[in-house]
């Protein structure tokens, strides 16, 4: 889901397709809601803030109650009746609205916009942030009194945010690009001194000294005429600078960061203004940002589509397939980072795949790769199986080792998707969960020619995917595609905990460790430490090893990988301690199939919920936790009475958590 306010309300579903959020009173409560922030608004300040002063209805309370029934099964439509909501939700006196983060762009702009000074890619998080705004904050709503001061609020926030982001492009080199932007921003905000500053300094850097002191005398002017004001102690001492050319105006000395900015200015003033190419570039640097990890990684996702939404506007096929293809970034973990820009992403590729001519192959696998990729966890079930197969016999066709690669990191990611639908399982899952052996998922895989790809048993378990990793270390090695090849490694290093080889999964996680170290990507530790954590727990060590690992979470850039992991993780280490699960903590996506467990422990009511709510858990998505979470249900059943509970080790595969205990052969790799 994504709510978006930074212009007219609207939200969107996990496919990017807009939701009907019915009238102007309706949408109002939706507003509210998000005015207040996760807060809960009573009902009767909702009534008083949706008709304010105008004459009332009948029953203005039922008709409040009509309304978020609506919004409910809007924003929530597979709830099933009589299910709490998890998202817009009764609490005490009223409602909240319990979004995350992440589904809201107001609060993913003020997240980006409290980025550190001196942070990666600063200026490209800052940017990404302001790439956010189509508008006035709650448009819709704007001269509501209860909407008027968040509005200003946020309005504040971004005017301050377009002086950092401008201060922090200066300060890397870029003044020339930041002038046209400068004198755009004062002329709409004449009354900012810091725009003034900031456009003065930026003139002066790019060797206009005439007109920057000309830009202090307009602010002046401005400030006088306007507010009667004479400039601050910071503009006067910058026109005193100025006019004795201190040298501490003058950029730092250059640095790499410097000399790419330099270079990038130089680009963009030797191209026209409508060249293509340029967003064929654009691309291609979001790639290199993303692998940085962090704010670059977020920043990344932001340019990456708003270049795919320009070059769609030309109504040239071929570039959008190059703008859409080259962003070849590794994709390791199985739930997607942001579902509605992936699904966006997806839905341009399946466009460009149906204009474009069937003689571009490379184009057409590079479509048909990102299809595979930016589909995983999401349930497109055959068309992303498909399109992943496709891409690797083309690329297999083609002879292009870093089309090949790209193709197999698709492959990889829906070999999750097939009939095993899970990471380790010995069957096809139900409460008599296997342990990690390999009977069921890999031996049937075809080797490294095109065969490889043709039959669901070959990669969708520990055997396939290691040989699958085997193959990408190879190829990537070989050509010396570095990301790709540390991808094999990670996927060697899962797929070996799958198989209960935890020595040679150390092995994998150590080589991968050195690759990133010497080549600066930073992601990579965030894994090895996460699997480091899970083998020491099952040795023995219980939660503690976990500590470091929960620490690398935030700000890793990833929550399709964070969300939920810390609780999940610490649930699996007390049932295999045969503690109680602690009863609270944020499980995020994982909660459904957690809530029983969690029930079983309670008194005879929660017990009794928790029977119902196991009759009613869900199959859970084919994605790297499908067997711990079966493994969960099993175990909540077993704790019930009412099955077996999982057998052995279940779910190791995942490199980060696992449920049950080792057995001796485990053990002896695990003490290795």
Known sequence: MDLTVLGPLAAYDAEGTELRLGGPRQRAVLARLLVARRQVVPLPRLVADLWDGQALPGDPEGAVRTFVAA?????????????????????????????????????????AARAEEGAPALVETLEGALALWRGPAYADVATAPWARAEAARLEGLRLHVVERAAAALLARGGAARAVPDLEEFVAAHPAREEGWRLLALALYRSGRQAEALSAVRRARRTLADALGLEPGARLSRLEEDILRQAPHLDPAPEGGGQVWARAAEAYARALPAADRSRLRTAAGLMRDVAVTGGEGLSAAREHRLAAVAEARRYGDAELTARVIGVYDVPALWTRSDDPVRAARLVAAAQDALRELPEEREAERARLLATVAVESRGAAAGARSLR???????????????GLLVFALNGVFVQSFAGATGGTGLAG????????????????????TGAGASGA????NGDVG???????????????????????????????????????????CAAAADALAARHGLPLVRVFTTWFRALRASLAGGGWEPYEEAVALLPGCGMPGFATGLPALARLTVAVRQGEHPPPDGDFGPY???????????????????????LARVPQPPADHLTGVLR???AEAARVLGTGPGPGGLVGAGSGVVALGAPGARELQGLRG
């Open 631 to 633: 493994g969960v249900v």
């Open 71 to 111: 919004l409910r099964r809007v924003l929530e439509p597979g709830r099933r009746p009589r299910t709490a909501a998890k998202v817009l939700v009764t609490e005490g006196p009223g409602y909240a609205l319990r979004a995350a983060v992440e589904d809201v762009d107001a609060w993913r702009f003020e997240r």
């Open 428 to 447: 096809g899952g139900g409460a008599g969960l296997g342990g990690t052996g390999a009977a069921a998922s890999g031996a049937g895989f075809a080797g």
């Open 465 to 507: 995917r290691d040989a699958l990793g085997a193959e990408l270390v190879s190829v990537a090695g070989a050509a010396g595609l570095v990301p790709h090849e540390v991808l094999g490694l990670l996927v060697r290093m899962q797929a070996r905990c799958g198989l209960g080889d935890f020595a040679g999964a150390e092995g």
């Open 387 to 401: 399109a992943s197969r496709e891409a690797e016999a083309l690329a297999r066709r083609l002879g292009d080792p």
């Open 456 to 459: 669901d048993g070959g990669r």
């Open 591 to 613: 909660e459904p199939w957690v809530r029983p467990l969690l029930g079983a422990y309670g008194g005879a009511g929660e017990r009794e919920a928790a029977r119902e709510a």
